[in-house]
Structure formats: C-alpha cells, structure tokens
C-alpha cells in the first residue's frame, strides 16, 4: 500500500526498536511522531514513552489508526499538516521520532527547527543520500547549506543505514536513521544568522568556484577572507563552520565600517 503522501511503511521490528533505542526516549518522554501511517513505530513508542502525539495528514488512515491503537492510551491521533502544525500547542518538551516521507524531509526538518525551545531531539528516518548531506563535515563532497544549515542548531548523527527492501512498498533508494540532539542556542556565536545563512547559500550556489569568485558579490570579499585568515583559492566546501563564522563577521565589520564612512 503506497500513501498519495508518497510514504512506504517499515513494519521490521527489529528496526523499528533500533530506532526508538537510538533516540533516546524513556518513560517521562512526549514523543511527537510524523506520518504514523498504519500505528507499527506508533505502537512500539507506546510502550517507551509517556505520550506519543501522532500526528497524520491522510484522513483516510485515521479511522484505521484509531483501531489499530485503541488499546494504547497514551497516544493521541492528530489530524493536520505537519508542516502547518502549530508545534508550540504542545505544553511540554518532546522528542520527535518519525519515518518521515521523502519529499518532505528538507522543509519538515526546518519548520521542526523553529520550535527549537521545545524539542530535545529529533530521530528521524530519511533517504540516505539527505542523511549524508545533512551530517557532512567540510572536506567532505556532501558537504553543503544543508550540512550547515542543520548543524547550525542540532548535533545530527548518521546512526544506522536502512536497507529499501524493508519497506512495503520498497522505495527506489536506501534510507538512514539520522539522530538530532537540538539546541536552543546556536553551537555558534553568530551576531547576524540570516546574513550567515545568506552568505554560505551564496557561496555553494557556486560551489565549483573559489571562495573569492563565488562571493564577488560581497563588498570587501578580499580584505574579508584575509581578515578571516582564509586562502581566497578554496572552494566553499574547504570553509568549516567556524570558517564562514569568522568570515561573515567580517564582511559584516567592512560593510558597516563602509557605511560609517560614506
């Protein structure tokens, strides 16, 4: 059975325990569960959690949900988009642990990030090729605005690799488990993140190029990466983290040192 949501069904069960044991959840946890389809993780959760707030878009898999788990007490069924889904209604902390449909694992995993202050971690199952790129470290060919973008405020982990045939029906490529610890805070000191995030989308726009020519945009971009003490020569995927923190700061200091004078 293929959802119209385009989502394919883990029923392993082995699997399925691998994940919760992965995320951490223990009895005094509220789970939040993306897409439960037919209730298998839903159920297992169950038994882990304190409440599991599952949360479904398909209305014709609610009726068969409510039966599936009616003997569970703690779960609560939701009807909604999870990608409209007011998270901060919930009063508590919560982990999210979710099979998460391919083409929505991008915007999902962002609308998820600006609920931040409520959510202590996220186990979520994807495609493994968006796996590698979100837990990507530079140096690496995956590396990219995804890798810094999600690394920005989780600590994601490739936990385990999930073979297509696991799934009813099989999708066209292998998924991975990816295991977030999220924080409040960025892991970075960043005084302007929408102009962090504008420059590192700029610079792997044209990631074939070097650092200097895809940033040629940006006043000041030589005296930048000099005073970030970086070879203008590189490619953007060469810059760590702390690399493109230390070079906005200082794109940042020349533009306003550039105001102050004109």
Sequence with gaps: MKRPFGQHFLFDPNILKKIIKCSGVTSDDTVVEIGPGLGTL???LSLSAKKVIAIEIDKRLIEKLEGILS???NVEIIQADALQFPYDSINEKFRVIANIPYYITTPILFRLLEFREKITS???LMQKEVAKRITASHKNKDYGVLSISAQLHTKPVLEFTVSRKAFLPPPKVDS????FEVS???FFEIAD???FLEVVKTAFSQRRKTIANSLKTYTGIKDALQKAGLDPKLRPEN???EDYVRLTEALKNISLSHQFIS
């Design 42 to 44: 839903t159920k297992f």
């Design 239 to 241: 810059l760590s983290m």
């Design 71 to 73: 003997p569970c007490s």
């Design 193 to 195: 993140e929408e102009l």
């Design 122 to 124: 996220m186990t979520l």
């Design 176 to 179: 991975a488990v990816v295991h």
């Design 184 to 186: 409040q805070a960025p």
